[in-house]
């Protein structure tokens, strides 16, 4: 199934919203405001919570951690310190994630366990705030939208930060 992230630009949280390959809206991403980093849940359209998304602070590289509905704790992101291409640890009760492609340009596929179970790109939509994600069928859907979610959250911090530095 096809997906279609928009995250809304005049909002003081992080709000997402989500819509399938209709158009129609799937799910909504909403942030905690006025917190310390990044506290997100990815909700149903009734606000049911799917997924809670923490970003861990005092952490020398990123860091965030996401909960299932009960409360247990569904996966670790941690990104690894490396001079060009960025890299992630992804621990997960779901399976072993990879990331292979350009992140920072949105166009990357996510592997499971070796085979490919989402594919992510900026390419298809012309609006600089969307992005297209494409999810095998067999997998938790809201579980592979938590995840990149994180990874946006990553990059745009640290492209926000890049663009804050005196010598670029």
């Not at 129609?24 to 991403?29: D, L």
């Not at 938790?140 to 640290?158: E, G, P, R, Y």
Request: proline letters at 2%; hydrophobic letters at 35%.
């Amino acid at each position: 199934m096809k997906y279609q992230v928009r995250e809304k630009l005049f909002s003081f949280t992080d709000d997402f919203t989500i819509k399938n390959e209709y158009d129609e809206s799937i799910f909504n991403v909403r942030g905690k405001f006025l917190s310390l980093g990044h506290k997100l849940n990815l909700e149903d359209l009734n606000g049911n919570s799917l997924y809670y998304i923490e970003q861990k602070l005092l952490r020398f590289l990123p860091e965030y951690y996401i909960y299932d509905s009960k409360g247990n704790q569904a996966a670790k992101i941690k990104k690894q310190f490396t001079f060009f291409k960025p890299k992630f640890i992804i621990e997960s009760n779901y399976g072993y994630y990879e990331l292979n492609g350009n992140i920072f340009d949105h166009d990357f596929e996510i592997t499971k366990n070796n085979s490919i179970c989402a594919v992510i790109s900026k390419k298809w939509f012309s609006l600089s705030c969307t992005y297209g994600i494409d999810i095998d069928e067999n997998e938790d859907h809201a579980f592979i939208l938590s995840l990149i979610i994180v990874l946006d959250k990553v990059m745009d911090d640290q492209q926000s930060n890049s663009s804050m530095l005196p010598f670029e």
